[in-house]
């Protein structure tokens, strides 16, 4: 929706955000969970160093770069009244990214992705 937003029609475009808000994205997370939790493939957690060896690398962490796209189709679709209100509520989004650069990382970056509920992930890449 973000690169190609001609495919889309504005009100299925809108249900579709509406729905990766609500199911994929954790508030106060930091990213987007790759699959439905209520799939049951869905294994939230990744754990290279367990018997399954990092298996499920795309099956539900969730993972921080598809965040920057899901706000620019939030941004194209939705019809905000003012730009305060479009301001108010993409900073909703990064503010777990703004706390976790300041406060939690010591290289002040970002990681790769989270496991289940924006919980460390300590195999994926830190920074």
């Not at 300590?122 to 920074?127: E, L, R, V």
């Amino acid at each position: 929706m973000a690169v190609a937003p001609e495919l889309f029609t504005p009100q299925r475009a809108r249900v579709c955000i509406k729905i990766v808000e609500k199911v994929l994205m954790t508030k106060g997370a930091m990213g987007i969970k790759t699959l439905d939790p209520s799939c049951k493939q869905y294994r939230g957690d990744y754990i290279n160093s367990d018997e399954t060896h990092g298996h499920n690398y795309h099956q539900g962490p969730e993972w921080l770069w598809p965040v920057g796209y899901f706000l620019i189709a939030k941004l194209k679709f939705n019809s905000y009244d003012r730009r305060e209100e479009a301001a108010k509520e993409m900073l909703s989004h990064l503010v777990p990214h703004q706390l976790h650069i300041l406060h939690k990382d010591p290289w002040h970056s970002l990681p790769e992705l989270t496991n289940s509920e924006g919980k460390k992930c300590n195999d994926s890449c830190p920074a």
